[in-house]
Structure formats: C-alpha cells, structure tokens
C-alpha cells in the first residue's frame, strides 16, 4: 500500500520557486516526512527530513501542516541543476521506507 | 562531503554466474543498506546491515543474495547465480549510528546487466 502520492511530474523555469506537494493520508504517530532527490545514473540525495511545521535548510524548505497528511517541499531560486526526481518518503526507519515513483521536476531556461 | 563508493560502475555477466558488488561505506557510520533500481523504476529495498548481521532484508532479497562486512571497511552484495531480472542500478548506501531513521548517504551504483 503505497504511502505517500506526489506529482508525476512538473516544470517551471530558472530563478522561480518550486513547490511539490505530496499527500500522505495514513501518517503514523512516529513516521517523519523525508524528500530525496535523484539525478539520472545517481544515487538518491537527502535533501530534507521533518516531522512537524517547518524545517528549512541551505537548499530547501519543508512546510507540514499541523494534521501531518501532506507536506510541501519548496526549492527556493531553482535553477536548471534542479532538474531531478524528488522522492517523498514517509516512515520511523529506513528499510522500511517505500519509494515512489518520485516527482520528475524539470527546470527551463 | 564524504562518499560512499562503489566498485565497478558497471558489471557485466552471464546468466548463472556469480556477481559480487562493493561498496566502501563512510567510515564512522554504522548502518550499511543495498538499494536496486531497475531502470525507469522505483529504488527498491534490499537489505540492511548493522552490528555485523542483517538487521533487515526485502522480499527481494532471497537465498541467492548475500551481504557480507569482510574487513573494516568494505561491504559487499553478492548475488550466487544471477538471473536476468537481476539486472539493474544496485546502490549501497550508509548512515550513521543516531537512529533507524538517520540521513542515508548514497554511493553512485553500480550497473548490473545479466547477459
């Protein structure tokens, strides 16, 4: 049963701000909210991890609600070497975390 | 940053033969994981490794599969006899000690393709 339902895909351009959504319904007590970001023939890259209300760091933003069923994760200023897929991922432990199909975001000039 | 690495990039093999992928983890990190991406499909699970012992394994990752910490720093998959749907993207990832949960840190893989 998958846990969490982002976007296929998504395109915006050079210097906008980009946001991805993603719907996790069934959350459980202890899961945290996790976003990895992939470059074709890459390993996955951690970007961000949160559990409740806001978390930023040096290259992202991730905004949960207080009823923790979706989150937000915002790039700020993207740029065309944000072009990847971004993974959502919900869960308490790493083998147990299931990857989607990911958001395939693409960054025009 | 530090990086987990790989060997090879790329591996090719007969249907049959055994296959062994290395990986050299983050030296103080403690949990060590094998990932596969069979290609334009999802990262998929394998195995998780902590203390010397399998502290987690997938439905994937069956008899012929083995995970193995022969020194203090390398960690190896190897996969007995391979098949043809054994061929993917395998990547060996890391983490360190704090919890089941911590930032995992991800090699650049290695290509399997089964012949």
């Known amino acids: 049963l998958a846990k969490t339902t982002q976007p296929i895909s998504m395109d915006s351009y050079e210097g906008q701000e980009v946001n991805i959504t993603c719907s996790h319904n069934?959350?459980?007590?202890?899961?945290?909210i996790t976003w990895y970001q992939q470059f074709p023939s890459q390993g996955p890259r951690f970007i961000i991890q949160?559990?409740?209300?806001?978390v930023t760091n040096e290259v992202a933003s991730l905004f949960i609600p207080a009823d923790r069923k979706s989150s937000t994760l915002s790039l700020p200023r993207v740029s065309l070497s944000d072009t990847a897929v971004y993974y959502c991922?919900?869960?308490?432990?790493?083998?147990?975390?299931?990857w989607g199909a990911g958001t395939k975001l693409i960054i025009k000039p | 940053e530090p990086e987990v690495t790989q060997t090879p990039s790329h591996q090719v093999t007969q249907m049959g033969q055994e296959v062994i992928l290395r990986c050299v983890p983050i030296?103080?990190?403690?949990?060590f994981y094998w990932y596969r991406q069979i290609l334009g499909q999802k990262v998929e699970f394998l195995v998780s490794f902590y203390n010397n012992e399998i502290s987690e394994k997938s439905e994937i990752f069956d008899d012929q599969f083995s995970v193995e910490r022969p020194d203090g720093s390398n960690f190896t998959l190897k996969i007995r006899s391979t098949k043809l749907e054994d061929s993917a993207m395998y990547f060996c990832?890391?983490?360190?000690?704090?919890?089941?949960?911590?930032?995992?840190?991800f090699g650049s893989g290695t290509q399997l393709s089964v012949l």
């Open positions: 069934n959350i459980a007590t202890n899961d945290y």
């Open positions: 949160g559990y409740k209300t806001k």
């Open positions: 990832a890391s983490s360190a000690p704090d919890r089941a949960l911590e930032k995992l840190f």
């Open positions: 030296s103080n990190h403690l949990y």
């Open positions: 991922l919900v869960g308490y432990s790493n083998y147990q975390l299931i």
